[in-house]
């Protein structure tokens, strides 16, 4: 597995650019840091005005160095970027490190300037981390060119928009001791390489495990997602992602120049590429420690274990505002676990051993082996005061600790289900925690930052699974028929309206009701014959007419022929008072919808990820409460689904307030259709199906728009 | 100031019923660590078998002691309780603390047991604490008689119905080293002392500067609610109260027995009077130690100052989600602080004094003060790195980030506005970080946790001015007239149907459509006569109709006087057909009310705080959202207007789709109008006016609801 930024994390050569001998420069820093921190390549320091920098043949330029050079670490000021890559260039150096700020971060001409040192590097095909990043580190040759960080080593990989969030998770990292970092990166303005680039080479690279993210904003977030879907599949991303408020969105265009876009969006497409969001930048570390050390969880059901009820209290509160489920325990787990500790004070799930008021230390490995050969079990919470036995009771009860910590991690191993323990001694950093955690067992101070990890790896997980089951989604061959339907309008610079909207929808296979056009008022005999009596529906067909209601252009319920005639008089002379000179096609007449619950579908295109298909509960819901759920297109059937299972107010699909309980299966099966057709046509670049009725038979679709691009 | 149970918390003698020399037990622990906190009391070891314990004078039993006893600490076996309690009380002992469990927590024996303990106490007035309690520490005296911790002592006052919670958040201080407790108490069973005498207790307690509270139900959450309406006008309460979900629910009656109730109804009122509410569990010891440094909190408006961007895009996110308010520093600020600083990134709020690679600790301090003159910023947040520079960038830098950190320390004091500092060193526990302590600035580790402690002082100093601003809500006096509305039904007894409720809703000044009650058909031309012709509404009176739409006794838009005793006749005869024994007073006519946003407003008894009274978005929004907001009674004006700010989807008032604005302060005298009326008549258990149409004019009740207590 190599990848193309692999001589950028992994350099033989190195070459310093502005390396120096005065120990307060960043050219000398950074060569002290690579010593400190035993790399494994070779340092050129490269400077007219010296021979030897700590130890090290120093060049005049880098021409005059003998040998091919992997990497540039640039260590001068910004208007000097454009030569040195110009340099790098000629001398055929793979990639560049720009240290220097006062790019497009700072000012207009800064802009300027990085857009011509990239067109340069371009030109000779040099790549670009930064400008104004603090630098790499890489644990397998040991590149450390941040300068002053003693470099915990680990699985994890770290990519930020932020040096200083960077620096915040290694701090963590440092604190706790328990593991470390195989690439840091603060990726600066991305000049050049985009963070879905290091993604995927963060995604290949053996070392990593898990990959941290801070982002405030995507250049191609289209890329991102589908790199990420690769990515996904064998180790997980956790990232927080800015842009939840106004002010956030501000603070991060501020600060990186970068832009947030929608956040239901973002959540919505990363989520689809199995990316875990969280939205508390604490939940960073310890999730992405927890995920490196988790076996797969295969569902959401977890047993909590204690000893005394207010921390069990606290974690279900958690647990089941994260969606993991408490479920009962086998009567056979329940008698084991009572076996162990007749006086527990609950062993059904949550289990409390506290009953007596000794501690009882030595019962925590039984009583988890009885839980984790549970098979309605898919992970085990420890909470409260495990791990701080000893320091607590003293040394007697040392041994019987350190023992349940080492089986603990025996017991995940083996049973392939995550233990995750929180311990109020977690900050004192105990031998029994340091033993459980050598054992491979994480473990959290906070309750509720250990549940977040349980929640996450079951998030985590599901997702693989939604990725490694379905093969990439069908790209859809549009037919001949929906081909016609569409040419005409874009031969006529048009967009669609309702009845051919309907036509189209209907050659993807979604049910469409009956509809007929009438041209004149005398067509309504015809239509009755047709479609029978009614009631209908009749509605304006013009390009010039896009709020039907507001233009007078609807009539509901409109029974008989009779009635369909005097609709028709009376739209057409309303429609032409609110607009004199409005070119009427004709009025669209279908049977009115059986009743039932709202909802949208819309497709269009977002500035970050390109086309997303939305869902969501229609009226207030939409308006106001903004239910909706969004994805990039194409959608998987398991997408589609999911979509549906993730607006927040279910209890409207499933027959709140009378309505009837909506099929699921029908509604997905229709997002589907329209994500196919979205794919299929290209011209089409907004789609509109507003609103939808779902009830127990299907659904209607009320009213369909379709916009073509602009050409 | 001194309190009923101060002898309990500070005894000056204390009989240890069951002491023992036998290192294991209790009896012997609870004299030691009684030893090592240099208790200033007396100890009295109670034990047939011992002469002495552990160098103290032991007597045989409570009677040989030849003086006045405060407290006794129980440790002996459940079933000896009520015979040590007898023993208590014959001693004119004041207080008990009861260790044991196996009462009420643990079956029906243990409950009868408890039940005998509380019958002998009460005649003797013999307080206790617990059953089932791990014991108390009060600093004062430097009583703890939990065995095995080392204190730390402090302003913070521990009152939790966890022992293990209780446990953890002493960890947690123990770990930071900067802030203990005056007094912790976990309560037990609350056989006897219930939480808000130990609130009361605290409350006035000199040595207490903020109440920490883990809290799963309450016995008597109306007398919780009167104490802490007036401990919180002196010192915050900090709380996590259980009962989020349904499964912590289950999990709090599991443990203590507790009834956690209705969570938005523990909200409404706990916030009503003055409690600090957090979700997460590890915001409690953080939250309440900033209170007890910050003084108070005048706005919700924060200036973030950084050097570096990230963790101010991360700020600016949780600030925003809390509702704390980024607004611009004036331009004098800009330029004090562009003056300092000329290349940061940023100065307008937020700060970001970076723009330089070279770090700039001296700066802080001055910048800080700009932002602290500032009229528009209430409070200030450091993010990212201070605290860490000395640790980072070597001992060149400490003098200065030193100072700054006595700096801070002094504006604070000065300005009188909270200074809060997240530094991503705060676990590393650095010397600048332990000055910046010493001189009173809370600091702490994550950004979300340190945004939630300006969000609580905040929340905090707003309830706190609430409560002082106002004088104790008016008890209403009841009129004659509403007086003979009442009674009528009582003496009846009969609920009042909808024209007897909305009399007395006039009554009390409330705005109600004219209505007339028609009697027979003929009454048509009379009514139109008297409330001109309409449209109308039409709707049955009758006891034996609840749900007046189903039994077809609802006609709307009924205009003139034909259509008018069309619509009697009409309801009369589907009434009853739907129930053909009803009992029809008559019909109930009143003129369409005008359109606007549905509300709802009900009074109801509340199983733990007494009466309360809901305001809420009608239709789906109550149905299947839940946008209520509950308070208990009686109301004041603050209160109405809180309650509906506090309303999840505000748009739905401001006028969202099309609806006009509605008029707040009408609402706002409704709802208080409508705590006076239910104040005034307690025989009125239920009230319930739903819809009640709010616009631009006012509001219009459409239906009204009254329930009498059953006898």
Redesign the interface.
């Known amino acids: 597995m190599s990848h193309y930024l692999d001589p950028i994390f992994h350099p033989r050569t190195m070459a310093v650019i502005g390396a120096s001998n005065d120990p307060t420069k960043?050219g000398y820093r950074a060569i002290r840091s690579l010593v400190a921190a035993n790399y494994a390549g070779e340092i050129i320091p490269i400077n007219p005005k010296e021979s030897e920098i700590l130890g090290f043949t120093c060049y005049p330029t880098l021409a005059d160095v003998p040998k091919a050079i992997d990497l540039a670490l640039v260590c001068t000021a910004a208007r000097t970027v454009p030569d040195v890559i110009e340099k790098c260039g000629e001398k055929g150096v793979k990639g560049a490190v720009l240290?220097a700020?006062g790019f497009s971060?700072?000012s207009e001409a800064g802009r300027l300037l990085e857009e011509e040192a990239v067109a340069i590097a371009r030109r000779y095909g040099v790549r670009l981390v930064g400008p104004n990043t603090n630098g790499i580190f890489s644990a397998r040759l040991g590149c450390n060119t941040i300068g002053?960080y003693d470099m915990p080593r680990g699985p994890i990989a770290l990519l930020?928009?932020?040096?200083?969030?960077?620096?915040?998770v290694v701090?963590?990292a440092q604190?706790y001791g328990h593991t470390g970092f195989s690439t840091t990166l603060s990726v600066g303005n991305q000049a050049d390489i985009l963070f879905h680039e290091y993604l995927e080479c963060f995604g290949a690279d053996p070392d990593t495990q898990a990959i941290i993210s801070?982002v405030?904003g995507f250049k191609n977030g289209a890329a991102y997602a589908k790199v990420a879907r690769q990515v996904s599949q064998v180790k997980p991303i956790v990232m927080?992602a800015?842009?939840?408020?106004?002010?956030?969105k501000?603070?991060?265009k501020?600060?990186?120049g970068s832009l947030a876009g929608d956040y239901v969006v973002t959540r919505g497409v990363l989520h689809q590429a199995g990316v875990v969001l969280v939205t508390?930048?604490?939940h960073l570390y310890p999730v992405a420690d927890a995920l490196t050390l988790f076996p797969p969880m295969r569902g959401r059901r977890v047993a909590v274990l204690?000893?005394?009820?207010?921390?069990?209290?606290?974690s279900?509160?958690a647990?089941?505002?994260r969606g993991l489920q408490?479920v009962q325990l086998t009567p056979e787990t329940q008698a084991r676990i009572h076996a162990i500790v007749p006086n527990a004070?609950?062993i059904s799930n949550?289990v409390?051993a506290g009953?007596g008021?000794e501690p009882r230390v030595e019962y925590y490995g039984s009583i988890s082996q009885a839980i984790l050969d549970d098979p309605n079990i898919d992970a085990l919470l420890l909470v409260?005061?495990f791990g701080?036995y000893a320091q607590?009771?003293g040394e007697s009860v040392a041994a019987a600790e350190n023992k349940v910590c080492t089986e603990l991690g025996e017991m995940m191993r083996t049973h392939g289900k995550p233990i995750m323990v929180q311990s109020?001694?977690a900050?004192?950093r105990t031998e029994a925690l340091d033993i459980l955690r050598k054992a491979g067992v994480p473990c959290q101070?906070?309750?509720?930052?250990a549940v977040q990890c349980l929640a996450c790896a079951a998030d985590y997980h599901a997702a693989k699974r939604r990725l490694l089951d379905v093969a990439a989604p069908a790209t859809a061959s549009t037919s001949p028929r929906a081909s016609r339907i569409v040419d005409v309008e874009v031969r006529a610079k048009c967009d669609l309206l309702e009845p051919e909207a309907k036509d189209l929808l209907k050659a993807y296979g979604i049910a469409t009701l009956p509809q007929r056009v009438m041209q004149r008022a005398d067509d309504a005999g015809r239509i009755v014959e047709a479609l029978g009596d009614g009631p209908f529906a009749v509605k304006i067909v013009s390009k010039d007419i896009l709020h039907k209601s507001e233009a007078g252009g609807v009539r509901l319920d409109v029974a008989g022929a009779d009635a369909l005639k005097a609709a028709f008089d009376d739209i057409r002379c309303r429609v032409l008072t609110y607009k004199p000179d409005a070119d009427i096609s004709g009025m669209l007449v279908t049977p009115m919808a059986q009743s039932g619950t709202e909802v949208i579908i819309g497709v269009s295109g977002n500035a970050q990820y390109g086309p997303v298909i939305m869902f969501g509960l229609g009226g207030?819901?939409v308006?106001?409460?903004r239910d909706v759920v969004f994805r990039a297109l194409p959608l998987t059937p398991a997408d589609a689904r999911e979509m549906i299972s993730e607006l927040r107010?279910q209890?409207?699909l499933d027959g709140?307030?009378g309505a009837p309980k909506v099929d699921r299966q029908k509604l997905a099966e229709l997002l589907l259709a329209v994500s196919q057709l979205a794919m299929a046509h290209s011209e089409i670049t907004e789609i509109d199906l507003n609103p939808v009725i779902a009830n127990a038979d299907g659904y209607a679709i009320v009213d369909a728009r379709m916009v073509l691009a602009a050409e």
Chains 1, 2 share one sequence.
């Open positions: 960043r240290l700020g971060e700072a002053g930020s928009n932020s040096a200083n969030v960077m620096g915040s701090n963590e604190f801070y405030e927080y800015a842009g939840r408020t106004a002010e956030g501000r603070a991060a501020s600060h990186s508390q930048s604490d204690s000893e005394g009820g207010g921390p069990i209290t606290i279900v509160e647990l089941a505002e408490l004070s609950a949550p409390d009953g008021t409260g005061f701080g607590r009771y109020r001694a900050h004192s101070r906070h309750i509720e930052v207030v819901f308006e106001v409460i107010y209890a409207m709140a307030r």
